[in-house]
């Protein structure tokens, strides 16, 4: 089974602290995402990544920055947390050779103060 | 841009049969995904359609009209564990994937 981590459930920050959100896959997936799932929005793109140290903006990229340093971790960076950003954060990963499925990590439920 | 639409919210009993709909745009499309996501837990993949028709998979079936732009999961046989949210995603321009806000379907006894 393909497995996603990520590595923090619940986080809870100040405004204005720099945060890492982490995420692992297991499976020497090509592609992975990150997205962040709001009541009444769905989820929406953040950044998405091809390869390793390739990055690309998704829809909602401001505010956020990701590195792609080793093929299985990918991370996501809030450089300054603001309460806006509090949210559901859900990564994901996809092999290029699976028909576009992207499979899901169980989510990191950030908190900014 | 292109919106996906899908009801926020369903009940259905156990045992019955329900069908959740999602109407999406056409320009760029490629193909539907279906995710059941439990409360507090991961999406996961429960089909996809590139070609008309209907798939089955067990209890599910996932149903696609390109022309349309429309798509249905139909759950039968209802059980408690149904409970949950299902995501609707179109795939776009080759492979970037728009969600749904996701049905929350509530099963009851």
């Known amino acids: 089974d393909v497995k996603v981590t990520q590595s923090s459930r619940y986080l809870v920050k100040r405004t204005g602290e720099k945060v890492f959100l982490e995420c692992v896959q297991d499976m020497d997936h090509e592609n992975m995402f990150w997205y962040r799932q709001d009541p009444g929005l769905g989820l929406r793109l953040i950044y998405f990544s091809y390869d390793v140290k390739m990055k690309e903006k998704g829809d909602i990229p401001e505010g956020y920055s990701v590195s792609r340093e080793k093929k299985e971790r990918f991370s996501l960076i809030l450089e300054s947390a603001s309460t806006n950003q509090t949210s559901m954060y859900l990564c994901a990963s996809r092999n290029t050779g699976t028909g576009n499925i992207q499979y899901f990590g169980a989510g990191t439920r950030l908190s900014v103060l | 841009g292109q919106n996906i639409d899908q009801p926020t919210e369903m009940t259905a009993t156990e045992g019955a049969i329900v069908q959740i709909n999602c109407t999406y745009q056409?320009?760029?499309?490629?193909?539907l995904f279906w995710y059941q996501q439990h409360a507090g837990e991961a999406p996961t993949f429960l089909s996809y359609n590139v070609l008309d028709g209907l798939e089955e998979k067990g209890r599910f079936s996932s149903f696609l009209s390109r022309s349309k732009g429309y798509s249905y999961l139909l759950l039968k046989e209802l059980q408690m564990k149904d409970s949950a949210s299902y995501l609707c995603?179109?795939?776009?321009?080759?492979?970037?994937?728009?969600f749904g806000t996701g049905t929350r379907l509530q099963v009851f006894p």
């Open positions: 056409t320009s760029g499309f490629n193909g």
């Open positions: 995603a179109g795939v776009y321009n080759t492979d970037k994937l728009i």
